[in-house]
């Protein structure tokens, strides 16, 4: 009796495996038939849909890849702890197949991206790209700076230029094919250097004139002191007694040489009156 209750036992154990190994069977094929489905809808319409729509789709796609690994990860799993010749064999298939949608997954990936690049980033971000390598090119031919005003507008103008690329670049970044990806980032990576390297350029250049015409003012002021000293000790008159020369300004009642004396009192009467009896 305890033998056949052992075996019973068994059995129920063994129907239970089988039960529970064919249904992560019939998961793994739902998510597979999901997957292939998926795959070759995007396939077809990678180069016509449009933007709103392929990127749903891929969405989409995703979520079913998702999926389809973990189906195969339980459904391996569960064959290995049968541990059977048959389970053993059967998860060497599942492991193969798995791999191949690995690398269709891949494949439909770079079919999607190709085509969201050439149809809809390409046509956003390059015009934005030859705006800012345009204006960055006229920064580096301009050879006089009328003022430092005017180099910090166009610092600003190139700033503004390559931050509104890049903004683009981001936001598209999860999108592009790798190879479009990276030439693109060099570029703005190249130019945000160019511009910060000729910033630095037109500071030390106002720096430096500035310091030449400090220096200018300088001499001029010095040369004109100098100049004017030399020019008073030539007109001063000779000096013998070494005392300081006597004030040429003389007290509102003294005579001028050459002319009249006025008496007292009699400041604000005509000349004529002077002296003659009224």
């Known amino acids: 009796m305890a033998g056949d209750k052992e075996k019973q036992e068994s059995s129920a154990k063994l129907a239970e495996e089988e039960e529970m190994l064919g249904e992560?069977?019939?998961?793994?094929?739902?998510?597979?038939?999901?997957?292939?489905?998926?795959?070759?809808?995007?396939?077809?319409?990678a180069n016509s849909s449009t933007e709103e729509k392929l990127k749903a789709e891929w969405d989409k796609f995703g979520r079913e890849y998702c999926n389809l690994i973990s189906a195969n990860t339980d459904y391996i799993e569960a064959l290995s702890e049968a541990d059977t010749e048959?389970?053993?064999?059967?998860?060497?298939?599942v492991e193969k197949m798995a791999e191949d949608c690995d690398q269709r997954f891949a494949k439909v990936e770079q079919e999607v991206k190709s085509s969201l690049w050439s149809r809809f980033a390409l046509l956003e971000l390059a015009p934005l790209a030859r705006r800012a390598e345009r204006a960055m090119d006229q920064a580096e031919r301009k050879v006089k700076r009328e003022t430092f005003g005017l180099c910090e507008r166009q610092n600003n103008y190139l700033r503004e230029s390559i931050d509104k690329t890049n903004e683009k670049l981001a936001s598209w970044k999860a999108w592009f094919p790798v190879a479009h990806a990276s030439e693109l980032e060099e570029r703005v990576v190249s130019l945000t250097d160019l511009r910060e390297s000729l910033w630095l350029q037109w500071?030390?250049?106002?720096?430096?004139?500035?310091?030449?015409?400090?220096?200018?003012?300088?001499?001029?002021?010095?040369?004109?002191?100098?100049?004017?000293?030399?020019?008073?000790?030539?007109?001063?008159?000779?000096?013998?007694?070494?005392e300081p020369p006597a004030s040429t300004e003389r007290s509102a009642g003294s005579a001028q040489p050459g002319s009249a004396s006025v008496p007292p009192g009699t400041a604000g009467r005509s000349?004529?009156?002077v002296g003659v009896p009224q």
Do not use: Y
Request: hydrophobic share 25%; net charge positive.
């Open 24 to 45: 992560l069977k019939r998961e793994r094929s739902g998510a597979q038939s999901a997957f292939t489905r998926k795959a070759n809808i995007l396939t077809r319409t």
């Open 86 to 93: 048959a389970s053993r064999q059967q998860a060497n298939n």
């Open 203 to 242: 500071e030390q250049e106002f720096s430096d004139s500035k310091s030449r015409a400090e220096d200018r003012h300088t001499a001029n002021v010095a040369e004109w002191e100098t100049a004017t000293r030399s020019e008073d000790s030539v007109n001063a008159p000779p000096n013998p007694s070494g």
């Open 271 to 273: 000349v004529g009156a």
